[in-house]
T-cell receptor, first 119, second 116 residues
Framework: GAVVSQHPSRVICKSGTSVKIECRSL??????MFWYRQFPKQSLMLMAT?????????EQGVEKDKFLINHASLTLSTLTVTSAHPEDSSFYIC???????????????FGDGTRLSIL | AQTVTQSQPEMSVQEAETVTLSCTYD???????LFWYKQPPSRQMILVIR??????QNATENRFSVNFQKAAKSFSLKISDSQLGDAAMYFC?????????????FGKGTRLSVIA
C-alpha cells in the first residue's frame, strides 16, 4: 500500500543549527503534504500545508521564516527548521494522501516522525 | 473552523473487557470524514477506523466499532475484547470535504491503558 517515508527519525544538534526534514511519498504522487508538530503528551497540531510548485500555507502563529517548506516535486516535501533553538525541540510528522479529490476515500498516510532535540 | 474534543485524557480497561472512548466535534458542514487513530509509544500514527458522515451505518473493523451520532456530533470508539497491544494514545480526527485535499483536525487524545 501507499507509504510515506520521513527522514531523519532523530536529530540532536546545537542551538543555531538549521535542520532539514524530508518527507517522501513512495508509491504515489502527492501534490499536497501536511506538516504537523507534536509536543510531549499533546496532540498533533497542523503547522503548514505544503503545495507542490507553489508556496506553502502556514497556520496562524507558525513563523514561515523559521519553518521553511519546499515542495519541489510530486513526491518530496522538505521542512527546514532554521536557526533552531531549544524551544523548537519537538516531534514533527508529515502526512499525505493519494489523490486530491475531497471525496476520495484514500486514507491519510503518516511518516514515522522526526524527533528534534536542540541543545 | 472545526474543533474536535476528547473529554477523557486517560482511560483504563481490563484485558478482554470493553471500553468506549468519547469524541465530539463541532462543524457547520454536512459532509465530512471522521477517524480514530492510534499512536503507540513508537509514535507511529495508525488508522483504526473511518466513518463517512453521509453513511448512517456505523463503521466496524474487527474488535473496533464506532457509535456515530451525527445530530449530536458525537463519534465514540468502542474497543471490544481489549488486548495489551491496544494500549496507546487514541486520537479522534475530522476531515472537511469542502474542497480538495484538506488536513486532519485532531482532538487532544485519550491515553488508554490495558490492565492484564
Amino acid at each position: 500500500g501507499a507509504v510515506v517515508s520521513q527522514h531523519p527519525s532523530r536529530v540532536i544538534c546545537k542551538s543555531g543549527t538549521s535542520v532539514k526534514i524530508e518527507c517522501r511519498s513512495l508509491d504515489f504522487q502527492a501534490t499536497t503534504m501536511f506538516w504537523y508538530r507534536q509536543f510531549p503528551k499533546q496532540s498533533l497540531m497542523l503547522m503548514a500545508t505544503s503545495n507542490e510548485g507553489s508556496k506553502a500555507t502556514y497556520e496562524q502563529g507558525v513563523e514561515k521564516d523559521k519553518f521553511l517548506i519546499n515542495h519541489a516535486s510530486l513526491t518530496l516535501s522538505t521542512l527546514t527548521v532554521t536557526s533552531a533553538h531549544p524551544e523548537d525541540s519537538s516531534f514533527y510528522i508529515c502526512s499525505a494522501r493519494d489523490g486530491d479529490r475531497a471525496y476520495s476515500n484514500q486514507p491519510q498516510h503518516f511518516g514515522d516522525g522526526t524527533r528534534l532535540s536542540i541543545l | 473552523a472545526q474543533t474536535v474534543t476528547q473529554s477523557q485524557p486517560e482511560m483504563s480497561v481490563q484485558e478482554a473487557e470493553t471500553v468506549t472512548l468519547s469524541c465530539t466535534y463541532d462543524t457547520s458542514e454536512s459532509d465530512y470524514y471522521l477517524f480514530w487513530y492510534k499512536q503507540p509509544p513508537s509514535r507511529q500514527m495508525i488508522l483504526v477506523i473511518r466513518q463517512e458522515a453521509y453513511k448512517q451505518q456505523n463503521a466496524t473493523e474487527n474488535r473496533f466499532s464506532v457509535n456515530f451520532q451525527k445530530a449530536a456530533k458525537s463519534f465514540s470508539l468502542k474497543i471490544s475484547d481489549s488486548q495489551l497491544g491496544d494500549a496507546a494514545m487514541y486520537f479522534c480526527a475530522y476531515r472537511s470535504l469542502h474542497s480538495g485535499n484538506t488536513p486532519l483536525v485532531f482532538g487532544k487524545g485519550t491515553r488508554l491503558s490495558v490492565i492484564a
